[in-house]
């Protein structure tokens, strides 16, 4: 089946720094949606984006498919920004296929 | 407008028992999906239904039920429980493309 890979698994960062969170893809996808987990274990919509460029507020995402990956960037972060990112891919009928997670903490 | 619900949102339960989770998609979606979510790792898909029909299946045993009724909730039924089953159990619903989640039943088998 499809690999999903994130990195960083896990990132540090002090409120106001910006990142950039990749998901890589091993085979052709529909779709594909970026989700943070927050600690309480609700999945957020962020974006669905299977390609070209999506921006909301301080965050904005890219998607390749052509080169099977995507790219989710923060800007000038918050601690509310805490929690869990996935990306998930969608290869057939509304089945998604989660990625590994990057667990991101934003310190004050 | 009311996102996806699910109930309980927490559940104990002991080894060998059965569980059944509720799940109520965001109105005018007929796609419902379950995941399961074990501590530290991303959601693993179980069932799809639409239009009260199962269109997909993933890699979980037979203890594994679900069904759709006609106004298009959803239920997840798990016979025998094992320890192994804790976990966070996910909803999502769909009206085309995008899946919204619900906030999930914590699942702890003792």
């Known amino acids: 089946g499809i690999q999903v890979e994130q990195s960083p698994p896990d990132l540090i960062l002090q409120e106001g720094a910006n990142s950039t969170l990749r998901c890589n893809f091993s085979?052709?996808?529909?779709?594909l949606q970026w989700f943070h987990q927050n600690p309480w274990g609700q999945l957020i919509n962020l974006f669905y984006?299977?390609?070209g460029t999506k921006q909301n507020g301080r965050l904005s995402a890219t998607t390749v498919a052509t080169e099977r990956y995507s790219l989710l960037y923060i800007s000038s972060s918050q601690t509310t920004d805490s929690g869990v990112y996935f990306c998930?891919?969608?290869?057939?009928?509304?089945?998604?296929?989660f990625g590994t997670g990057t667990r991101l903490l934003v310190s004050p | 407008d009311a996102g996806v619900t699910q109930s309980p949102t927490h559940l104990i339960k002991t080894r060998g028992q059965h569980v059944t989770l509720r799940c109520s998609p965001i109105?005018?979606?007929?796609?419902v999906s379950w995941y399961q979510q074990v501590l530290g790792q991303g959601p693993q898909f179980i069932f799809q239904?639409?239009?009260?029909?199962?269109?997909g299946r993933g890699n979980f045993p037979d203890r594994f039920s679900a069904r759709q009724f006609p106004n298009y909730s959803s239920e997840l039924n798990v016979n025998a429980l094992l320890l192994g089953d804790s976990a966070l159990y996910l909803c999502?619903?769909?009206?085309?493309?995008?899946?919204?989640f619900g906030p999930g039943t914590r699942l702890l088998v003792l």
């Open positions: 984006i299977p390609s």
């Open positions: 998930a891919v969608n290869t057939g009928f509304q089945k998604l296929v």
């Open positions: 239904y639409y239009e009260k029909e199962e269109r």
């Open positions: 999502a619903s769909s009206q085309i493309e995008t899946q919204y």
């Open positions: 085979d052709s996808v529909n779709n």
């Open positions: 109105s005018g979606h007929k796609s």
